[in-house]
Structure formats: C-alpha cells, structure tokens
T-cell receptor, first 113, second 110 residues
Framework: NAGVTQTPKFQVLKTGQSMTLQCAQD?????MSWYRQDPGMGLRLIHY???????DQGEVPNGYNVSRSTTEDFPLRLLSAAPSQTSVYFC????????????FGPGTRLLVL | GQQVMQIPQYQHVQEGEDFTTYCNSS?????IQWYKQRPGGHPVFLIQ?????EVKKQKRLTFQFGEAKKNSSLHITATQTTDVGTYFC??????????FGAGTRLTVKP
C-alpha cells in the first residue's frame, strides 16, 4: 500500500491564482481531512469528509473548497490564492473517524506571492 | 471553542536527559492523541488515550491522561538523538472537533 499520497510536493502561486491540491489513499479509509501547518500554530483542520459525497468544514475553511466523489480521493481547491494561504498542507485519513489513528500524507508546501 | 495549549514550545536537552511535554485543554476531552513529526516530515501517530487517568508506555515513552480528561503529558526517559522532532498532542472533543496543540520541538545534543 502506498498509504496517503499528495501532489504536488511544492507549489508557487501568484495572488489570485487557483489550484487544486491532490490527496489519495489506498487503505479504503472512510474519513479524510485536510490540515494546514503554520509555524508555532500546530495543525489546523480545514475540511473533512466522513465518506464519499459527505464533507464538512473544520476550524479554518475560508478560501478552500473540497469534494469527495470517491472513497480514495479528497482534493482541496484554493479558489483565489492569498499570501495568508502560504503554508504546508497535510492530508490525513483514518478508518472511520478522526478518533482513530490518522495517517498523514507527506505534505504540500505552498508559497503564495 | 475548544483550545489546546502545549508547553514548552521548545526543549533542548543533552542526550540521556529526560524530556516532558504537557498538553492542556480548555474543555473536557473525549480522547487525546500524540503525534511525532521529524524535521521536514509529516506527523506520525504515536498513541491514543481514552480513559480518565490512563497511563501507557512505549519503551522509553510514557503517556498520561489526566483524571479530569483535560490534560495530558508525554515523558521520554533518557533521550536519544533519534527522539529529535516536534511532538504534538491532539484533543478530541465530544462533538467531533479535534484541536492540535502547537507542538513542542525537541532537540537533543549528543
């Protein structure tokens, strides 16, 4: 199993551009989530999904959209990038809920100029 | 909303010394998880505590969950250079809200 994979590893955007961060898992996990990690602030939950077709907002959802059309994939869309979205983004998955072991992807480092 | 505070922010120790990081929640937690993140890496799950007063050990690591389920600690005995990284706690409330602490960055001098 590849576990949780994320692409790209690194991305530079200009303010106002849009892009999609990809996340996929091959463990048949129901629960998937997106976090952003900023220095000194730990990880903050952006959006999560408890299964295909079901998504919900986390702590910091503004400026981001998600969808979950399949169990495997959970893309994160930045609608109009802003410098405040410069961060490292991690996708995670777990069997059913985030009260179980979460497996994190390698992360995407995003720089918005 | 639920807040999770973690201290200290940084800890530098000599190899062989002990290390402890503390996690405190503003609200009672359903459970708490601990993760380790190596420099440049991603968080890796270490353990989950669920019961009030629970204590779990993994080799040199000891995890505790407070009686009131509002605080937790991670203690490493006789640190090694392989322990270097940032340790995060993540508290799960009773309404599916999870909050990560800011983490404690541990450096170990050989």
């Amino acid at each position: 199993n590849a576990g949780v994979t994320q692409t790209p590893k690194f991305q530079v955007l200009k303010t106002g551009q849009s892009m999609t961060l990809q996340c996929a898992q091959d463990m048949n996990h129901e629960y998937m989530s997106w976090y952003r990690q900023d220095p000194g602030m730990g990880l903050r939950l952006i959006h999560y999904s408890v299964g295909a077709g079901i998504t919900d907002q986390g702590e910091v959802p503004n400026g981001y959209n998600v969808s979950r059309s399949t169990t495997e994939d959970f893309p994160l869309r930045l609608l109009s990038a802003a410098p405040s979205q410069t961060s490292v983004y991690f996708c995670a998955s777990s069997t059913r809920t985030h009260s179980e072991t979460q497996y994190f992807g390698p992360g995407t480092r995003l720089l918005v100029l | 909303g639920q807040q999770v505070m973690q201290i200290p922010q940084y800890q530098h120790v000599q190899e062989g010394e002990d290390f402890t990081t503390y996690c405190n929640s503003s609200t009672t937690l359903s459970n708490i998880q601990w993760y380790k993140q190596r420099p440049g890496g991603h968080p890796v799950f270490l353990i989950q505590l669920v019961k009030s007063g629970e204590v779990k050990k993994q080799k040199r690591l000891t995890f505790q969950f407070g009686e009131a389920k509002k605080n937790s600690s991670l203690h490493i005995t006789a640190t090694q250079t392989t322990d270097v990284g940032t340790y995060f706690c993540a508290g799960l409330g009773f309404y599916y809200d999870m909050r990560f602490g800011a983490g404690t960055r541990l450096t170990v001098k050989p």
